[in-house]
């Protein structure tokens, strides 16, 4: 939902259809969930109708089935709209996104609406979820985990957590150590349901808990309802009000723009302080030189040159060799760690996979049971080291973040020995891309697990005896391998990407550097001119001060 614009006026909609290769690969990978593959678009539809005969074996499976339903059911309504871009109106937007049809084949649908939030320039994104049944997907709710600027994760009363809910808040713990701002918000919807205060303070307590679990300690969390929401903003009677005086939107609302227009805007406000503060130093050395003698105006201007020369030479000798050794030190230790979470973790994820849902004696062979345990084992693995890079991706960018600040601080001190009233300011924050990353464990060979699965006799002696840990400890054993592969080449592909960034991190540093100093040059030669105006610059320097003297007010 974004806001208006000339093009887009309020209740514009414009709709993004997946091209014929994305909703091929999201097909393919949907129908590898049950061990099929199709070569053409005939083929796949019918593997879609005997699997709607046949149905899920495990729960996994049930997302992807609803999928490749939906798929085969709009296919014939959808196939000459690939790769296309339609605007329509508000009214015609239900007929796209409510029917599950239509619906799995949009890329992305953007609504522009006219309303308080829009108003301010908010843009509102609900991400795809944060699970297993699209790669891209994943990659798609990280980019936005990762770049905007305030996360809502809105969870509904008496729901527990599905398994993606445990997927985005894992992978919310991971990251949020490298953000600048605490930007997450977490709301709880019909509380109205609680049919009483302690019920109500019991599930605040749980989702604490569960956050802390996750590693968000003093979340920002509200219990609210939207159904009584609804009825204040519009005047219509709500019916029963559970143990709710009001429906609580008005205290988030009112934390949530405190958010946007104060920790938000404090952000920007202090560098444009920073960049007033050096244009007032700026100003005060201008003016100082202006008003000295001809003679020093002649000798000074015969000095700069020199100067100005010097400070060149030291931007343009930047090689932080230092940075890329300690870059690759950082990863190595980062990936150090991501190994010790995956085997900490994988108790659990054994547990989920390999449970008594699934193995049950009544259930025929236990071999193919065995396998389809082993395979979501591994495919959750595979997920949470994907996951686990990602959220290293971001740890290094903060890392690299750390070491041209600290590149930045170098030079200023450097630059500053040529001519102690030079002020700079850090330029913009480099804006690192990070790589891809796809699910590790997709191919590695199910024969080093043989042994592992051979442990298993019967459910009974499973899970009431050693069989279970015995098992457990054979495919931890077997797992070390295809692991410390997986890292060892994620660890090449983060170190090459990375250096390289970074380089050209350390070369827009020292130009934007350099034009600055151009700039501070430039200005103390105007001011050395015969025709400056000392009068002038003080005034504008004391005007400037008068600024910053105004601001330190505030804040005390």
């Not at 527990?160 to 918000?185: C, I, N, P, T, W």
């Not at 994820?349 to 849902?357: D, I, M, Q, S, Y």
């Not at 396998?371 to 990602?390: H, I, K, M, P």
Request: hydrophobic share 45%; aromatic share 10%.
């Amino acid at each position: 939902i974004a806001p208006p614009d000339r093009e887009h006026p309020h209740g514009t909609a414009v709709v993004k259809v997946k091209d014929e290769a994305q909703i091929w690969a999201d097909v393919q990978a949907s129908l590898r969930q049950f061990g099929c593959e199709a070569k053409s678009w005939d083929e796949a539809l019918r593997h879609c109708a005997r699997l709607a005969e046949s149905g899920a074996e495990r729960p996994a499976q049930k997302p992807h089935l609803a999928f490749l339903a939906a798929a085969a059911a709009g296919y014939e309504r959808m196939k000459n709209r690939f790769g296309t871009r339609l605007s329509i109106g508000f009214a015609e937007l239900e007929a796209y996104v409510a029917d599950e049809a239509v619906s799995c084949f949009l890329d992305e649908v953007v609504l522009y609406a006219d309303c308080p939030l829009t108003r301010q320039g908010v843009t509102l994104v609900d991400t795809p979820g944060v699970d297993s049944l699209n790669a891209r997907h994943t990659g798609v709710a990280f980019h936005y985990m990762k770049h905007a600027d305030a996360l809502l994760f809105v969870t509904y009363y008496n729901h527990a957590f599905s398994k993606a809910d445990r997927e985005f808040l894992l992978q919310l713990g991971r990251v949020k150590d490298a953000f600048s701002l605490d930007k997450m918000f977490f709301i709880i919807n019909a509380a109205d349901l609680a049919q009483s205060k302690e019920e109500l303070e019991a599930v605040i307590s749980y989702m604490n808990g569960e956050l802390a679990r996750f590693g968000i300690r003093f979340p920002r969390l509200y219990a609210l309802s939207s159904r009584l929401a609804l009825a204040e903003k519009t005047g219509v009677e709500p019916g029963p009000r559970g143990v709710l005086a009001d429906s609580g939107l008005s205290a988030f609302e009112t934390d949530f723009f405190r958010f946007l227009t104060e920790e938000l805007a404090e952000v920007a406000v202090e560098s444009a302080y920073a960049e007033l503060e050096r244009a007032r130093r700026a100003a005060e050395e201008f003016a100082r030189a202006a008003g000295q003698s001809e003679a020093e105006k002649a000798e000074k201007r015969q000095a700069l040159e020199a100067v100005k020369t010097k400070m060149h030479a030291v931007l343009a000798g930047i090689d932080d060799a230092y940075g890329r050794q300690a870059l690759r030190q950082e990863v190595d230790e980062l990936l150090y760690y991501v190994k010790q979470r995956v085997f900490f973790r994988l108790n659990d994820v054994f547990k989920e996979a390999f449970n008594p849902a699934v193995l049950r004696d009544d259930q025929g062979p236990a071999r193919r049971a065995l396998e389809r345990c082993l395979d979501e084992l591994l495919a959750s693995v595979g997920f949470d080291l994907a996951q686990e890079l990602r959220a290293t991706s971001l740890r290094v960018e903060s890392f690299l973040h750390k070491q041209l600040a600290e590149q930045f601080s170098r030079l200023f001190h450097e630059l500053r020995r040529f001519d102690d009233a030079l002020a700079l300011t850090p330029p913009e924050p480099f804006a690192f891309s990070a790589p891809e990353f796809a699910n590790a464990l997709g191919d590695v060979d199910r024969v080093r697990f043989t042994k592992a699965l051979s442990l298993y006799k019967n459910a009974k002696s499973f899970f009431e005896r050693d069989e279970k840990r015995r098992m457990k400890e054979e495919i931890e054993a077997a797992l070390v391998e295809p692991i410390d592969a997986y890292l060892a080449e994620q660890k090449e592909r983060l170190v090459a990407t990375y250096a390289e960034q970074y380089k050209d991190a350390v070369a827009a540093l020292s130009a934007a550097l350099a034009e600055q100093v151009d700039s501070y040059m430039e200005g103390l030669l105007a001011a050395l001119a015969e025709a400056a105006d000392h009068e002038a610059l003080a005034r504008i320097e004391a005007a400037l001060r008068g600024l910053l003297s105004d601001r330190v007010g505030e804040a005390r």
